[in-house]
């Protein structure tokens, strides 16, 4: 019986370019100037993650919860949205097969920029319990770029409110240049 | 019982039984000439009352290709097929077996007795090779149409070479949907039947608010009415029936869990009331309390998410934050006896993991006192709301004889007035020394389900309490050696959404030959379509949150 | 390492000591309190500054459009965007949760990180999109929702245009948007904006003429389309308790006018255009950046509008009682009303779309008809 030919899906290229040029420009003397701006503009994108719900598994319920009664993600301005146009934040929880990369993928394109993505448990970090199917991506990196990883099977919410603070802190100090 | 089915069957066919076997109380397993299964099936549905279709099962029976420990079972180089079939009326589960030719695996279809078997023949299609004789719509179910081979076969490869990305990217992303295909062919009900019919196909999903989960709802349209429904599935199967043949029996324990995320204390309980089928075994007393306590902690973990999920589908946003709060006490509650909020991992062959202490018997006994009373704040944010009503009341009816022959269980079969629960009618843990009932309810709606439901937290709260007050002194776990066991087993039990059945072969090895697994919420869903035919474009979120889809379930 | 930074921990017992103290309650009334004071403050401000002109200044209708412009832009854009915190305040208390409490003491940064957020973002425009009709969209259906507060009375005299026909105007201009929504339907090619502008044309269309039919009652107890002479024919009282609200005589036409324009909000039970569950976002889902925020004020807008047109109409505008000033008055009814529709958002159903059209159509027309009758005998008895 012949192997499966799975489909590979990458981070695109230009987009790392990107990154690197953005840095290059960082180190310049009129980006100095600049960071006062930068430091508010960089606030308000950090306050105000909007979510797209990427729920795929077991995580989708602890995310629920996590905007739930007891956790409150809207108290840190964190709400979801249903469409991924109007969404900063893209928290994919769960395996990702090879079936959903490819509409991951979509859905990442159409998120308008700034975007950051958490890879909410072990199955969109690695595979997790899932990492000898033959049917799940090993990874959410290997589809779309990914800023923090939230360890946990499933991530409790606290573990994804510590993600989500991690994830604040280097929006705040312009580690991510999107 | 037992001997009763056994010659019936066998004055009506002679020859064609091979072997028929009175395995234990409430279980017959009969093996059968592949000609004469399709004739069997009618004869049991029609003569003996053998009305629900649990699980078909494709096994293949060649040597595995990964070396482990094996032994004591033989090996032929055939499939075999094994049908789990229920009647409510009698109480007893017949076991057919039959066994199809390696090079050519064709077998009747049985779609035309039961409907329930139609998904689980295309998945059998899909993931074991096998060609049913007569299906009208055999296509994959759980993988893309551009996947080559059957995963579930023992020589399928697996190798590491396959399970890391080619380093090139490709031109392409295979993206291209599968084209949409209506098979049954179902025509309008009469009320909507026009002259003129113009069709639109919608397309729900795969990533959608109202969905449940990531799958995708091909929905035919007449203008606002509902025609027809393809459901696709599969978009976050993991293969854990194939995982399972590549762990130990003890390893596979918490991926078993993880079926299904809502009921992870049933999906856990009904692998290791299989194995323990297998092993004849029955653990003590108080592992068995603690089982129930952990079921039932979980159905109502289970049921508030649903109300949770129901509120915010209607566009009741309140209605989304009560329920979680109180969910949030049960998941309290289980996380202390099992360490986990989510995924227990509670059972073991022969017990529990963990014990539990006093100071869990006094929250527990506090939370449901406290609970209780809120069941009544539910009822008034929903039924207190005009809109709930007329948004659920007549929407979705499914007659008790559709209900049967699709196969639809649990609290969604209840509200049609079937009374049938596998804790009343087939008891496991200690569901015989408690005493409760089965709430029911004639209207068969999305309404009527509600009050199934609503009557289920507060019944399981009450179990919750007997069991505290009964809980028996003694040990949480027996010592059974390694777990190497040799032979088939099937558990059946209540999980909140229905009848998660389980079936086990062990070839004596370290790790088990075969797991089959159907989860209640897999059946349920594929009578979407009978369901929601004739109603509005709207009334569907409505109906899919009255099945209470849960996609882990559905898509292993 | 992950700390329990919340309630984790806590059982249910102690859940209940967290929700049913006193404290909440406190909380409120402070809050209420200082609302006022904030309130009378401002409106005392104002008519010292307003004071400071020398005479027939404010006479002059090109300084009244003017001034009145930038104060209804001011507020508008500010109440829209805080609003939005009010509502998530507000409906987190209704929902046993706290609500934005991160950015600023009680979350009162919280709508300024959106709008920088929202500012920042970028702004796509799909390649099979009408990128023009795309882009004029939110313009065309956001201007007419502004223009139509040149009409609303805050007090005598704060009031940007004194026309005759006040209330007529408000009715003319709100008509208006629904074209600015089917471009932003039509615009991004996508069917999901499509079928939820389409919504929210049909339920505009069904719920406009209630809502006329529900003014005329007002309008023809005050004999006037000014809004200030109709807030003037509702001064005085009956016994001296109960003040002469047109809310008491025309309760029926109150109830109409109230559904018809929480529909033209489109907001739940009537949130069809923009159902999550069903459209994800309705005429919205295409749209980034500020062109969403437009279309997103909108809905807050007409909030506005609407609750200032029922304050005025049936609750007696800017009359109360000294202590407060009439500019308070107005702001505290207008608030008592928007509180109001929140709190039915946050525990109702959403209706169905052709149920929402058997009310419109079936119930509430006839009802306003038969209103109309109603007030007709009732102001022939009374005056």
Partial sequence: MNAVRTPVIFARKDELLEIAEDEEKRKSFLAKMRRPLEYVVNWGVKSSLWMYAFGLACCSIEMMAFGAARWDSDRYGIIARGTPRQSDLMIVGGAVTYQMAPRMKRLYDQMAQPRYVIAMGECAINGGPFWDSYSVVKGTDKVIPVDVVVPGCPANPEALFDGIIKLQEKILKGELAR | MNREVIEAVKAEFGEGIVHAVDRRERRVVLTVRKEILHDLCLFLRDRLGFDHLTSITAVDRSRRVTGMRERQLLYYNDFKMVYHVWSYEKKTLVEVRTVLERDDPVVATVTDVWSSANWQEREAYDLMGIRFDGHKDLRRLLLPEWWEGHPLRKDYDLSPGTWFLPEEEPEEFPLDVQKPVFPLDLSLPKKVKKKEVSEMILRIGPVHPGNHGPWLINVKLDGEIIVDIDPQIGYIHRGLEKIAENRTWTQYLPVSDRYCWLTAASNNLSYVLAVEDVLDVTPPPRAQYLRTIALELNRLASHLLWLAAMGIDLGNLSGFFYPFREREWMLDLLEYMSGNRLNY????????????????????????????????????????????????????????????????????????????????????????????????????????????????????????????????????????????????????????????????????????YRVRVKCAEYINVSALAHMARGYKIADLIAIIGGLDPCLGGIDR | MIRRRVHGGLYAEDMERLYHGPLPYLIMLIGAGLTVAILTGTGLALSYVAGLAPEGFWENPWVRGAVGAVLWALVVAVGGLYLTLVERKFMARVQVRYGPNRWGPYGILQPIA????????????????????????????FAPSFVLFAAVPWTESYVASTMDIGVLFIVAVTALTPIGVLMAGWGPNNKYNLLGAMRFAAQELAYEIPLVLAMIGPIAAAQSLNGVAIVEAQRGTWLGLIPRWNIFPQFLGAIIFFVAFMAETGRIPFDIPDAEGEIVHGFTAEYSGMKFVLLLLIEYVHLIAGAALFVVLFMGGYLGPAPINPFAWFALKLLLVILFMMLIRAVWFRVRIDQIMTLGWKILLPAALFNIGFIGIYLAVTV
């Fill in chain 2, 345 to 512: 991992n509670y059972g073991r062959f022969g017990g529990v993991i963990f014990d539990v202490d006093d100071k869990f018997v006094e929250k527990a006994k506090k939370t449901m006192k406290i609970f209780r009373p809120r069941l009544e704040e539910y009822r008034d944010l929903f039924e207190g709301s005009r809109i709930w009503k007329v948004r659920t009341q007549g929407v979705g009816v499914i007659s008790a004889k559709d209900a049967k022959d699709l196969g639809v269980t649990g609290p969604v079969l209840r509200s049609t007035g079937v009374k049938a629960d596998a804790r009343k009618d087939d008891p496991y843990a200690a569901y015989p020394e408690i005493d409760f009932e089965i709430p029911t309810r004639k209207e068969g709606d999305v309404y009527a389900s509600y009050e199934v439901r609503m009557d289920e937290m507060r019944i399981a709260s009450e179990i919750i309490d007997q069991c505290l007050d009964n809980l028996p002194k003694g040990p949480v776990q027996m010592d059974l050696g390694r777990i190497e066991p040799v032979g088939e087993g099937i558990s059946r039990i209540e999980e909140p959404r229905g009848e998660i059945a389980t079936y086990v072969i062990g070839d004596g090895g370290d790790r088990p």
């Fill in chain 3, 114 to 141: 959106d709008a920088i957020k929202l500012l920042r973002k970028e702004d796509i425009i799909p390649e099979a999109a009408d990128p023009l009709v795309m882009r004029f969209a939110p313009i065309i259906a």
